[in-house]
């Protein structure tokens, strides 16, 4: 690496010890005219020497060059004068045979050899080849100055241990040289340097993988250093995959995983498509080991970076494989909770305390049911059922193999600690969507809305997926619920099915967030607000905002007209603070009334997630209650009565949810 470098070696140490340099402070005195006059007077001294002995070295090393550039042209002329007296001495037509008097006969030749050998004065004068000036390209000086640095990167590891065992090395190959020299009998002995290997045992554990150590390489990726050592990009890839394949340890394989994911995110352009995007979809699908699976997905996460990989998966059924895994979320109950969650948060906590306790499995091996998932569990555990039973429960399309439910396989059959925890996993998944889904354009470059509907769009939006995207805003996880209105937005933008959200719940599930981060969510309100088929055809058609609006019956009408006249960022401004104008009528007291309203509508809901991550949400007959609309016009009137002329235009008798 250092000998094929056009790098200059360092011409300064740091001086790490600190060392006192005492010529250096007596030469530093005498020129401020400090410190003691005998010291002065040594350090003028010192350095007149100093410049007299450099003046010396150039005069003499210019003499020594001049003399020697003169002396090689002497020699050379020298030379030429003794190869012309040879030719005109010895004659063109100078031969061995003429020399000897012999005839071309072998064995007067052999004869004529051995008197010409015995007359060394009548050998011919034979030239050595003139010896050549060749300047090598290698930096050794960078070589030798590194040699003797420590070093700890992801393509060289060298410190004292592996100095003290190239010389033990190079010492024991010496001694056996020698002695094989010895054992000769005067024949000419040449090194068999080709085979001479170094075996560094303080390098034995270092899982090296083409050039590189795997543990410094995954170390550097996790300091953010954006420069990256790999050279032959392709070629190491390709050395990853290799080992992954042939290892039978998770642990190995899950450690290529992690350097494939590495290398492939730096170096995606470079290496080009991965041919086997499907084969780690199966993998994924096959696999019951938890750290495997998150491997899979942190490498599924750089593979669809390519456009040819996210093609290649979607075509793979990868995008069921995610989903499958999404509400999963739901059983992560060590989540930061966002604070001032009113009675919406009591209702979750009171769900949590007794989770698993919803009844909505059954299994093959008995006729009673439902049990819980906590029975279920306690059955599996005694070996009652196996992962060969067939189970089903609200939300699958039919009986299925226990081992083929994904939060059944992931909660009693799966092993092996998990990298992520289910909010980490299901924010990479969502991640994963968003890249493919962008691929996938629902408009052309000229605005022409694009028919038909990308596949990618058409399976995520389809009664089979979307309930479970939408569900995940539930776990007011403020990550996962910005994550999940971006990917709606763009699933849904110009997409038939969209008018049909409202079946999912997602406008009660996202009214219920409490958090500060809602611009995503109020720019897909925005979007879909006003497009959804909530009403009959024959029923009466009204001209009011809020009663085209499916939030007409979740919000006031001004808060409805304030999203539809001013946009999604106003609306988030207002609907996050206080506001007590004519306009727009809206505080944290609303917000806590409207919370626990939705939350007392879906009470027997939520409760169920914790034992069927699948189970679906039912549409019922909207609630009304007139509290929320008293409210907001007793406000209403104290602030317009005055200014008749500033009345918005709403005006609510009551709120219907």
Same mark, same amino acid.
């Given at each position: 690496?250092?000998l094929?470098?056009?790098?200059?070696?360092?011409?300064r140490?740091?001086d790490?010890?600190n060392?006192?340099?005492?010529?250096?402070?007596a030469i530093?005195?005498?020129e401020?005219n400090r410190?003691?006059?005998?010291?002065?007077a040594?350090?003028k001294?010192l350095?007149?020497?100093?410049e007299?002995?450099?003046k010396?070295?150039?005069?003499?090393?210019?003499a020594?060059?001049k003399?020697?550039?003169?002396?090689?042209?002497?020699?050379?002329k020298?030379?030429?004068?003794?190869?012309?007296?040879?030719r005109q001495?010895?004659g063109?037509?100078?031969?061995?045979?003429?020399?000897?008097?012999?005839s071309d +006969?072998a064995g007067?030749?052999?004869?004529?050899?051995?008197?010409?050998?015995a007359?060394?004065q009548?050998?011919p004068?034979?030239?050595?080849?003139?010896?050549q000036?060749?300047?090598t390209?290698l930096?050794w000086? /960078?070589?030798?100055?590194?040699?003797?640095?420590?070093?700890?990167k992801?393509d /060289?590891?060298?410190?004292?241990k592996?100095r003290q065992?190239l010389q033990?090395?190079?010492?024991?190959?010496?001694?056996?040289f020698v002695?094989d020299?010895e054992?000769?009998?005067g024949?000419?002995?040449?090194?068999?340097?080709?085979e001479?290997?170094?075996?560094?045992?303080?390098?034995?554990?270092?899982?090296?993988?083409?050039?590189?150590?795997?543990?410094?390489?995954l170390?550097?990726?996790?300091?953010?250093?954006?420069?990256s050592?790999?050279?032959?990009?392709?070629?190491?890839?390709?050395?990853?995959?290799?080992r992954?394949?042939?290892?039978? !340890?998770?642990?190995m394989?899950? /450690?290529c /995983?992690?350097?494939m994911a590495?290398?492939?995110?730096?170096?995606?352009q470079?290496?080009?498509?991965?041919?086997?995007t499907k084969?780690?979809?199966?993998?994924?699908?096959?696999?019951?080991?938890?750290?495997?699976?998150d491997?899979?997905?942190?490498?599924?996460? !750089?593979?669809?970076?390519?456009?040819?990989n996210a093609q290649a998966?979607?075509?793979?059924?990868g995008?069921r494989?995610?989903v499958?895994?999404?509400?999963?979320?739901h059983?992560?109950?060590?989540r930061?909770?966002?604070n001032?969650?009113?009675?919406a948060?009591?209702?979750?906590?009171?769900?949590?305390k007794?989770e698993?306790?919803?009844k909505?499995w059954y299994?093959t091996?008995?006729?009673?049911?439902?049990?819980?998932?906590?029975?279920?569990?306690?059955?599996?555990?005694e070996?009652?059922i196996s992962?060969?039973?067939?189970?089903?429960?609200?939300?699958?399309?039919?009986?299925k193999?226990?081992q083929?439910?994904?939060?059944?396989?992931?909660?009693?059959i799966? +092993?092996?600690q998990?990298?992520m925890?289910e909010?980490?996993?299901?924010?990479?998944?969502?991640d994963?969507?968003?890249v493919?889904?962008?691929?996938?354009?629902?408009k052309?470059e000229?605005?022409?809305?694009?028919r038909p509907l $990308?596949?990618?769009?058409?399976e995520?939006?389809?009664?089979?997926h979307?309930p479970?995207?939408v569900?995940?805003?539930?776990?007011?996880?403020?990550?996962?619920?910005?994550?999940?209105?971006?990917l709606?937005? #763009? #699933?849904l933008e110009d997409?038939?099915?969209?008018?049909?959200?409202?079946l999912?719940?997602?406008?009660?599930?996202?009214?219920?967030y409490?958090?500060?981060?809602?611009l995503p969510?109020?720019?897909?309100?925005?979007?879909?607000?006003?497009?959804?088929s909530?009403?009959s055809?024959d029923?009466?058609?009204?001209t009011?905002?809020?009663a085209?609006?499916?939030?007409?019956?979740?919000?006031p009408?001004?808060?409805?007209?304030y999203?539809t006249?001013h946009? $999604?960022?106003?609306?988030?401004?207002?609907?996050l603070?206080?506001f007590?104008? $004519?306009e727009?009528?809206?505080?944290?007291?609303m917000?806590?009334f409207?919370?626990?309203?939705?939350?007392y509508h879906?009470?027997?809901?939520? $409760?169920?997630?914790k034992s069927?991550v699948?189970?679906l949400?039912?549409?019922r007959?909207?609630?009304?209650y007139?509290?929320?609309?008293?409210?907001?016009?007793?406000?209403f009137r104290?602030l317009?009565?005055?200014?008749?002329?500033r009345?918005?235009?709403?005006?609510?008798?009551?709120?219907?949810?």
């Amino acid at each position: 690496m250092y000998l094929h470098s056009d790098d200059s070696t360092p011409t300064r140490e740091v001086d790490r010890l600190n060392v006192r340099d005492n010529l250096k402070m007596a030469i530093t005195d005498a020129e401020s005219n400090r410190g003691n006059v005998l010291l002065r007077a040594a350090g003028k001294g010192l350095k007149q020497g100093k410049e007299m002995a450099s003046k010396t070295a150039e005069v003499v090393g210019e003499a020594t060059a001049k003399y020697t550039d003169e002396a090689w042209k002497a020699s050379e002329k020298y030379m030429e004068l003794a190869m012309q007296h040879w030719r005109q001495k010895m004659g063109s037509e100078f031969n061995l045979n003429r020399l000897t008097g012999s005839s071309d +006969k072998a064995g007067n030749a052999a004869a004529a050899t051995d008197r010409f050998t015995a007359r060394p004065q009548d050998r011919p004068i034979v030239l050595r080849k003139r010896r050549q000036r060749i300047r090598t390209t290698l930096n050794w000086q /960078l070589f030798y100055y590194m040699f003797e640095r420590d070093h700890e990167k992801p393509d /060289l590891i060298w410190n004292l241990k592996t100095r003290q065992e190239l010389q033990e090395s190079l010492e024991s190959e010496i001694r056996q040289f020698v002695q094989d020299r010895e054992l000769g009998g005067g024949n000419l002995i040449s090194w068999n340097f080709a085979e001479f290997t170094v075996d560094y045992k303080s390098l034995g554990d270092e899982i090296k993988i083409g050039d590189y150590f795997l543990r410094i390489l995954l170390l550097e990726d996790r300091a953010d250093n954006e420069e990256s050592p790999i050279n032959r990009s392709g070629e190491f890839f390709n050395d990853l995959y290799h080992r992954f394949l042939l290892t039978p !340890k998770t642990e190995m394989k899950c /450690l290529c /995983l992690q350097a494939m994911a590495v290398v492939y995110g730096r170096h995606h352009q470079d290496i080009g498509p991965f041919n086997d995007t499907k084969y780690i979809v199966q993998m994924l699908e096959r696999t019951t080991d938890r750290s495997e699976r998150d491997r899979l997905l942190l490498f599924l996460n !750089k593979l669809v970076l390519h456009r040819d990989n996210a093609q290649a998966f979607t075509r793979a059924n990868g995008m069921r494989a995610l989903v499958d895994l999404l509400p999963l979320a739901h059983l992560h109950t060590k989540r930061n909770v966002v604070n001032d969650q009113s009675t919406a948060i009591d209702t979750q906590a009171e769900g949590e305390k007794g989770e698993h306790r919803e009844k909505e499995w059954y299994h093959t091996s008995a006729d009673t049911g439902p049990i819980s998932l906590s029975e279920l569990s306690r059955l599996f555990e005694e070996k009652q059922i196996s992962p060969r039973t067939k189970v089903w429960a609200q939300g699958m399309e039919g009986w299925k193999l226990l081992q083929q439910v994904p939060q059944l396989k992931w909660t009693l059959i799966a +092993k092996g600690q998990a990298v992520m925890n289910e909010s980490e996993m299901a924010s990479l998944i969502l991640d994963i969507l968003n890249v493919v889904c962008r691929f996938y354009p629902s408009k052309d470059e000229d605005g022409a809305i694009i028919r038909p509907l $990308p596949k990618v769009k058409q399976e995520l939006s389809n009664q089979s997926h979307l309930p479970h995207l939408v569900q995940l805003l539930l776990t007011f996880e403020p990550v996962l619920v910005e994550k999940v209105a971006t990917l709606l937005h #763009v #699933v849904l933008e110009d997409n038939p099915r969209l008018p049909t959200l409202y079946l999912t719940g997602y406008f009660f599930f996202v009214l219920m967030y409490m958090g500060s981060n809602v611009l995503p969510v109020g720019r897909f309100l925005a979007m879909a607000h006003s497009k959804q088929s909530f009403r009959s055809e024959d029923q009466e058609r009204r001209t009011s905002a809020a009663a085209n609006s499916i939030l007409g019956q979740m919000l006031p009408d001004a808060m409805v007209a304030y999203l539809t006249n001013h946009g $999604p960022e106003k609306f988030a401004e207002i609907f996050l603070g206080e506001f007590d104008t $004519p306009e727009a009528i809206w505080n944290n007291e609303m917000r806590k009334f409207m919370i626990q309203k939705i939350a007392y509508h879906l009470a027997d809901y939520t $409760p169920r997630l914790k034992s069927n991550v699948r189970a679906l949400y039912q549409v019922r007959e909207p609630i009304q209650y007139e509290c929320l609309g008293m409210l907001c016009n007793r406000i209403f009137r104290s602030l317009v009565l005055p200014h008749p002329a500033r009345v918005p235009p709403f005006s609510g008798a009551r709120a219907v949810l």
